[in-house]
């Protein structure tokens, strides 16, 4: 990587060189010989070429100062030489995919879709938000229906009190999942940070490493703050209470209210 640099070489033959962790912002072409069907890997390998040169546009204001200095440089354009059709397997980048940066791949899609067919111009970071939104709700639909089903091949009868409780972290802390990051990849979780999730219910083994953290994050924001726990959420939530930002007092004020009033919403 030095000799490259140095431009005493000007050829680098490495598969995990092009993917992530590394930063050569002087190539200009990129041969991709391995195929993929991550998309944000796709995006990863093109991506090594697509920058700009070291310090170029890092004090321009506007969009159409940096285009001029990119244009005007001794870099202006890349190439990417595609041997393995990732280029036709996904699609090209689009304001969805800059601005989506949290939002996960299939909302993007979604809203990519509907922008097309609806042929007018929208309001790409609430359609964004509107799609996961609406994915989620899908996403718990299934799972409800998957429960039903499950409820009836399982052969219940009237007299035999059966009771199952799942608490969904996310709907829980009203957060939604974070999208997935190519360098997330092969990440685990350390012993400490298991033990957390197992100590508030959730098993670290359900949700994607990124996911993991995100709940992890939250809690200890929660912890902090002394806001209301996952489990009270959960249960306010069937409710219809916000409990993003609720103090933990706040919430068991509710609970016994709820519970006084044979758990109807207190007016």
């Known amino acids: 990587m030095a000799a490259f640099h140095k431009g005493t070489l000007q050829v680098l033959c490495n598969v995990g060189c092009i993917t992530e ?9 990129v041969v991709m010989a ?8 796709y995006a990863q390998m093109a991506g090594r070429i697509l920058r700009p040169l070291p310090n170029l546009v890092d004090h321009l204001a506007t969009s159409d100062e940096r285009k ?13 030489i595609d041997f393995v059709g990732n280029s036709g397997r996904h699609k090209l980048i689009t304001s969805a995919d800059i601005l989506g940066g ?16 609806s042929g007018a111009p929208v309001r790409m970071d609430e359609e964004l938000e509107e799609c996961e939104e609406e994915l989620y709700r899908l996403k718990l639909e299934r799972e409800e229906r998957q429960r039903q089903l499950e409820a009836r091949k399982s052969h219940l009868v009237a007299k035999v009190k059966y009771q199952a409780q799942r608490i969904d972290p996310f709907r829980a802390f009203g957060i939604l999942p974070a999208r997935e990051r190519g360098w997330d990849i092969g990440k685990s979780l350390s012993l400490k940070q298991r033990a957390v999730l197992l100590k508030i219910g959730i098993d670290p083994d359900s ?5 993991a953290r995100q709940i992890l994050n939250e809690q200890f924001r929660r912890w ?14 069937k409710f219809g209470y916000e409990t993003k930002d609720m103090s933990m007092k706040d919430a068991s004020v509710l609970l016994d209210q709820l519970a006084k009033n044979n758990w109807r919403k207190v007016a």
């Open 34 to 41: 391995r195929p993929t069907k991550s998309r944000s890997l």
């Open 68 to 80: 001029g200095a990119i244009a005007e440089s001794v870099k202006p354009s890349a190439l990417i």
């Open 102 to 117: 949290n939002v996960s791949e299939a909302a993007i899609e979604l809203t990519v879709r509907k922008a097309r067919e």
């Open 207 to 211: 949700m994607p490493y990124a996911h």
């Open 21 to 29: 962790g590394v930063d050569v912002p002087a190539a200009e072409i």
């Open 224 to 237: 902090k703050n002394k806001l209301c726990t996952m489990k009270q959420a959960n249960v306010l939530k």
